[in-house]
């Protein structure tokens, strides 16, 4: 079956220590996505990509880098020079263009990383 | 701009019916809608694309006002299992191809 994965499901990571969160998706999608979640904030745009080798901002990536060297691929760093990095990340895949019409984007299981 | 949800919660029984609204202060493209359940991934609902559209499919239809860049999720005798928190996701016509989301709107359905 088609998805997208996400790993690990829970992190830990100490101040100071970058890590990096893995995204996979098998469902041939053009576009990935990267969005953190709090409570009461809704999810918010860190990183998206619609073709390899090129991504842009979101709304808060200030403190996380990206890469897209895969079209399955879209892992996301996590840097010692985010202030407040424990959250719950979502990533998300979808097509581009007409089809996201009738799929929307599909979502991750997500990985909640707590900062100790 | 994040878009602005209404109501922020709502408690129903269940068989009654429930409105969640979606505003933006940008012109929208398209409007999408998600549920989320605790602790889980958020699951794709409906896409809205053109002013004045309406979708549903159940119990659960939407509309998207595209001069008022404003959507309504309806949820008509409610279920249990319509327990969640949903999420408007927009697209701006001058950014197409990101959804920014709303804050959310908890449902609980009681039986």
Not at chain 2, 17 to 36: E, F, G, M, T
Not at chain 2, 60 to 74: D, G, P, R, T, V
Request: hydrophobic share 30%; glycine share 10%.
């Amino acid at each position: 079956d088609g998805g997208i994965t996400q790993s690990p499901k829970y992190l830990f990571r100490k101040e100071g220590q970058n890590v990096t969160l893995s995204c996979e998706q098998n469902l041939n999608h053009d576009a990935m996505y990267w969005y953190r979640q709090d409570p009461g904030q809704g999810l918010r745009l860190i990183y998206y990509s619609q073709i390899v080798n090129d991504f842009q901002k979101g709304d808060i990536a200030e403190g996380y880098s990206v890469s897209r060297e895969k079209k399955e691929s879209f892992p996301l760093t996590v840097t010692s020079a985010q202030k407040n990095p424990t959250a719950f990340y979502l990533c998300a895949s979808s097509p581009v263009g007409d089809k996201i019409a009738n799929y929307g984007y599909t979502f991750g299981s997500g990985t909640r990383l707590t900062v100790v | 701009q994040q878009p602005v949800q209404s109501p922020q919660a709502v408690i129903l029984r269940e068989g009654e019916d429930a409105v969640i609204n979606c505003s933006s202060s940008k012109a929208l493209y398209s409007v999408h809608w998600y549920r989320q359940k605790h602790g889980e991934a958020p699951v794709f609902l409906m896409i809205l694309l053109k002013g004045g559209e309406q979708k549903g499919h159940d119990k659960i239809s939407a509309s998207f006002n595209e001069k008022k860049q404003q959507s309504s999720l309806y949820l008509t005798a409610s279920q249990l299992s319509y327990s969640g928190t949903y999420f408007c996701g927009t697209e701006s016509w001058s950014n197409t191809g990101k959804l920014i989301f709303g804050q959310g709107t908890t449902l609980q359905v009681k039986p």
